[in-house]
């Protein structure tokens, strides 16, 4: 488990759009169709991953909590399933139906092309934008990894929410996640 940091996509940056596959209807779907009416989170993870899976219950509970607010939750992954056949697209699907579907989609990008727009470095990475689809939050959900002792809260994660619904500013100070690293094909 080799932690990589997030290499934080600069504030104001308009999301890169893509057309993935969505593993849990089959269906390619966009950005443009997927954005939500106050913002959109865009989540690079994968099946495997133990800081992902560190923090499952709090992803959940916030697209649970935040969905309803008009806020789009897109999960990603874009790890090499060649080398990694834990990540291919039948186990993203049983992966989603076994959390309760929470997510908006589950895409697969293939060609990592997506990743690489959004300068994703690590599983979980997460970007959250306004409704004009501009960066505002990118970081970590909070403190806590599996290898340390603080609490799991989403708290960094959620303030960031909370505030883009109260049409209020986001602290600019944001710290990188820290997750498995992309597993990027050779």
């Known amino acids: 488990m080799a932690a990589t940091e997030s290499n934080m996509m600069p504030l104001g940056t308009i999301a890169p759009d893509f ?10 779907k966009s ?3 997927l954005k939500g009416d106050k913002g959109t989170l865009v989540m690079f ?4 991953c133990p800081y992902v899976m560190h923090v499952k219950q709090q992803l959940i509970d916030i697209a ?3 969905a309803p607010k008009g806020i789009s939750f897109i ?3 874009a790890n090499d399933i060649v080398n990694y056949p834990q990540d291919a697209p039948d186990k993203m699907q049983a992966l989603m139906k076994q959390w309760g579907n929470p997510f908006d989609a589950y895409l697969y990008d293939e060609t990592q092309q997506v990743a690489k727009a959004y300068q994703a ?3 979980p990475d997460f970007y959250l934008f306004d409704a004009n ?6 970081g970590r959900l909070d403190g806590s990894t599996p290898k340390n002792d603080v609490p799991l809260t989403g708290a960094e994660l959620r303030a960031a929410l909370e505030n883009l619904l ?3 500013p986001i602290n600019p100070t944001q710290k990188p996640s820290i997750g498995c690293n992309i597993k990027w094909k050779q």
């Open 45 to 48: 993870i994968c099946n495997h």
């Open 166 to 168: 109260l049409d209020q």
């Open 31 to 33: 950005l443009q169709n």
């Open 19 to 28: 057309d993935l596959p969505d593993t849990m209807t089959g269906a390619n």
């Open 133 to 138: 689809l501009a960066c505002v939050y990118r």
């Open 75 to 77: 999960a990603i992954s």
């Open 121 to 123: 470095a690590c599983t």
């Open 64 to 66: 649970r909590h935040y």
